[in-house]
Nanobody, 114 residues
Framework: QVQLVESGGGLVQAGGSLRLSCAASGDTASIWSMGWYRQAPGNQRELVARIPRDGDTNYADSVKGRFTISRDNAENMVYLQMNELKPEDTAVYYC????????WGRGTQVTVSS
């Protein structure tokens, strides 16, 4: 079992920045990839960014050049630095960990005002 706890969401004006953090605990040695997803009202949950234990990161086209995902394997943390935020980035952001199955955090709200 893996437990994930997100933090760092909030309200920010367009053009601003936020940094999300996710702390993983439990069977963290079995995690091979971590990432961030988001879900806006009325929309499906979508991938924002993903970072494997070894390998290249990947990003949704809508956030490339603005968001950066990073990972601290020693501390079992994953971060999402979000710059140049836009109102369309407003959503609940979920931390995800992949082992032989997906694990999810409870989510953190990000609201970008215009």
């Amino acid at each position: 079992q893996v437990q994930l706890v997100e933090s760092g969401g909030g309200l920010v004006q367009a053009g601003g920045s936020l940094r999300l953090s996710c702390a993983a605990s439990g069977d963290t040695a079995s995690i091979w990839s971590m990432g961030w997803y988001r879900q806006a009202p009325g929309n499906q949950r979508e991938l924002v960014a993903r970072i494997p234990r070894d390998g290249d990161t990947n990003y949704a086209d809508s956030v490339k050049g603005r968001f950066t995902i990073s990972r601290d394997n020693a501390e079992n943390m994953v971060y999402l630095q979000m710059n140049e935020l836009k109102p369309e980035d407003t959503a609940v952001y979920y931390c995800n960990a992949m082992t032989w199955r997906h694990y999810w955090g409870r989510g953190t709200q990000v609201t970008v005002s215009s």
